[in-house]
């Protein structure tokens, strides 16, 4: 092959359209990409430096997005957090509620000297269960206090089951012949059932007849109020005088009549087969069964006093004798009186006697006194509550829980009897609210165990750690006080409410006490998590603008100046398309050459 030669002008437009082309392509490489350092080759310092401060930046955005990640945690903490303090408000509303409510279950006692013992410290009420524990309380309903009383003169004896009738008898056959005759002038008096006759005798001598005394003795009876009482009459020749009825009295007589019964027997008490007799008014009576012995005796003077509402009570006294005395405090003064008085007297067929006062009898408080000591007694005060109902003793249960009250009966009697008991129930709108807290406080765990971001839960004592540059030597570990969980045994939550915690209103504010700290530690614990969020968002603001400054450092020793370069690629067009007419001139400059040497 023959060697070509070309023309000065020619080489050189050629290479000058080779460095055009040259230029063309580095200016259309940096207008495509946007740099002017692309390699290594093109700026080796500008390269690496850019190089540098983008693998910063790129480690920089790294890191932006765990902060994103702990921002999103703080975030599932504090909404935790808001959703707990809302529900230890509604804890706390729970237990104002409680606190407010004062619907307690009571109960009324009727207090009768029939049901209730009159021997020292027998009768009581015994407190059991409601807000007690395990204590339990006594309240005495008899106290010793002055009083007065009256006691049967001998031991008691049940009445004569056969009635008998007082009778009076003379000690001769008044049909007798005499050496003398009975003197009888003069105005005689015979008296029975607290009644009396007056009658006038004459003198009475042997062989005369001797029906003219009964004549004259049942003429006198029948025109007075001793008619149909009393009668006389001659029961084998001698005179007697004898009541008709059965009353439980004495035939006595003064005058001369007694000349008739001179030397006669005893009198013959009455007997109704009765005691019939009265306490301050109120009619007592016994008879062979209601009164068959002490026991029986007291049991029915008892009820009859009581169906009255008298003071008064019977008991058995010394040496089985029959005991009437007063039975409250303010019993008063007490009068025996009625036929059968005399039981309780030592002089017989007296109708009234009067009571003796005993400074150390035992006695039944009144209701005032007991509500006074229930409500100010330091064992039971604030526990339950007394007052006067009506007459009655009104206990009021101030728990949850039931009370038994030993000492009275299901009928509604105070009887301080042991054996005998009743139920006060306890208050079922706070014992509801106790179980209300529960439900509460077992949501509260609930979310805290919820708020958890990406596998971090904070409120369960998790720690987070968020690295804040490239080089590790600034982070910041989050994690709630001490590490401990934010639920409610960590808060100081009961475990589990029971409805006698809500029994007193001194325990209800202690537990109010306890949910307001619980609140004020969890407030507490959010400013911190809202602590720690400000400085993670900081610190995401100020990556964002180091990554921006680092990325801006790079672009500026590695992008072009676009306008520049489009303005380049023009110019190097102009300069192709010169190059080109050039070269094109040239070649034809010796194309002609070429003709002439032809």
């Known amino acids: 092959m023959s060697e070509i030669n070309l023309t000065k002008a020619v080489r050189q437009n050629l290479l000058s359209l080779q460095n055009t082309a040259s230029m063309m392509a580095t200016t259309q490489n940096r207008l495509a990409t946007g740099n002017k350092v692309n390699t290594a080759l093109d700026n080796p310092t500008n390269f690496f430096t850019a190089s540098s401060l983008n693998s910063r930046a790129g480690e920089l955005d790294a890191l932006l997005d765990s902060m994103n990640n702990g921002v999103k945690t703080l975030e599932a903490a504090d909404n935790g957090l808001t959703s707990i303090t809302k529900t230890l408000e509604s804890m706390q509303s729970t237990l104002r509620q409680a606190r407010q409510d004062k619907t307690f279950e009571t109960a009324s006692y009727t207090l009768s000297p029939a049901?209730?013992?009159?021997?020292?410290?027998?009768?009581?009420?015994?407190?059991?269960?409601?807000?007690?524990?395990?204590?339990?309380?006594?309240?005495?309903?008899?106290?010793?206090?002055?009083?007065q009383k009256v006691v049967s003169n001998a031991a008691y004896a049940a009445p004569a089951a056969t009635a008998a009738k007082a009778t009076l008898n003379s000690a001769e056959d008044l049909t007798a012949a005499r050496a003398t005759p009975i003197?009888?002038?003069?105005?005689?008096t015979i008296t029975y059932e607290g009644k009396s006759v007056s009658v006038t005798l004459s003198d009475y001598a042997a062989g005369v007849d001797a029906t003219g005394v009964v004549t004259t003795i049942n003429q006198a009876i029948a025109g007075s109020d001793l008619n149909g009482k009393l009668e006389a009459k001659l029961v084998g020749g001698t005179l007697q005088l004898q009541a008709k009825d059965t009353f439980n009295?004495?035939?006595?007589?003064?005058?001369?009549?007694?000349?008739?019964?001179?030397?006669?027997?005893?009198?013959?008490?009455?007997?109704?087969?009765?005691?019939?007799?009265?306490?301050?008014?109120?009619?007592?009576?016994?008879?062979?069964?209601?009164?068959?012995?002490?026991?029986?005796?007291?049991?029915?003077?008892?009820?009859?006093?009581?169906?009255a509402g008298s003071k008064f009570k019977a008991i058995i006294g010394p040496g089985s004798t029959l005991q009437i005395q007063g039975a409250t405090t303010n019993a008063g003064a007490?009068?025996?009186?009625?036929?059968?008085?005399?039981?309780?007297?030592?002089?017989a067929d007296v109708t009234s006697v009067a009571g003796?006062?005993?400074?150390?009898?035992?006695?039944?408080?009144?209701?005032?006194?007991?509500?006074?000591?229930?409500?100010?007694?330091?064992?039971?005060?604030?526990?339950?509550?007394?007052?006067?109902?009506?007459?009655?003793?009104?206990?009021?249960?101030?728990?949850?829980?039931?009370l038994t009250v030993q000492g009275t009966d299901s009928s509604g009697k105070a009887t301080g009897?042991?054996?005998?008991?009743?139920?006060?129930?306890?208050?079922?709108v706070r014992s509801g609210l106790a179980d209300q807290f529960n439900v509460l406080r077992d949501q509260l765990d609930k979310m805290a165990d919820d708020a958890s971001f990406n596998g971090v839960n904070l409120l369960r004592g998790d720690k987070l750690k968020i690295t804040f540059n490239e080089t590790g030597t600034s982070s910041i570990d989050i994690q709630v006080k001490d590490g401990k969980s934010v639920d409610s045994t960590e808060l100081g939550l009961p475990t589990t409410m029971v409805a006698k915690d809500l029994d007193?209103?001194?325990?209800?504010?202690?537990?109010?006490?306890?949910?307001?700290?619980a609140i004020t530690q969890v407030r507490a614990q959010a400013s911190t998590f809202g602590s720690n969020l400000s400085v993670v968002e900081n610190r995401q603001d100020f990556t964002k603008k180091m990554?921006?400054?680092?990325?801006?450092?790079?672009?500026?020793?590695?992008?072009?100046?676009?306008?520049?370069?489009?303005?380049?690629?023009?110019?190097?067009?102009?300069?192709?398309?010169?190059?080109?007419?050039?070269?094109?001139?040239?070649n034809q400059a010796d194309q002609n050459v070429l003709q002439l040497l032809r």
Do not use: C, H
């Open 249 to 307: 009295s004495n035939i006595t007589t003064t005058g001369n009549i007694s000349n008739f019964l001179t030397g006669g027997p005893a009198d013959v008490n009455g007997a109704s087969g009765k005691y019939e007799f009265s306490v301050n008014g109120v009619p007592i009576t016994l008879d062979a069964t209601t009164g068959s012995d002490v026991t029986t005796a007291v049991e029915n003077v008892n009820s009859q006093l009581a169906a």
């Open 115 to 147: 049901n209730v013992s009159l021997t020292s410290g027998a009768a009581k009420l015994t407190l059991v269960g409601g807000a007690f524990g395990t204590s339990t309380p006594s309240i005495d309903l008899t106290t010793t206090a002055s009083g």
């Open 334 to 347: 007490l009068q025996i009186t009625g036929a059968d008085a005399d039981i309780f007297s030592g002089t």
């Open 356 to 402: 003796t006062t005993d400074a150390a009898l035992v006695v039944m408080k009144t209701i005032d006194t007991l509500v006074a000591e229930i409500n100010n007694n330091a064992t039971t005060k604030g526990i339950i509550k007394a007052s006067n109902d009506d007459g009655k003793l009104r206990i009021q249960n101030l728990s949850t829980q039931d």
């Open 417 to 428: 009897d042991a054996s005998d008991s009743s139920v006060v129930d306890g208050n079922s």
């Open 183 to 188: 003197t009888g002038n003069g105005v005689s």
């Open 504 to 517: 007193t209103d001194n325990g209800i504010d202690a537990l109010l006490d306890d949910v307001k700290a």
């Open 547 to 586: 990554m921006n400054t680092l990325q801006g450092g790079a672009s500026n020793l590695t992008l072009a100046d676009m306008n520049e370069e489009a303005a380049n690629m023009v110019a190097l067009q102009t300069r192709q398309s010169l190059a080109t007419s050039s070269l094109s001139m040239a």
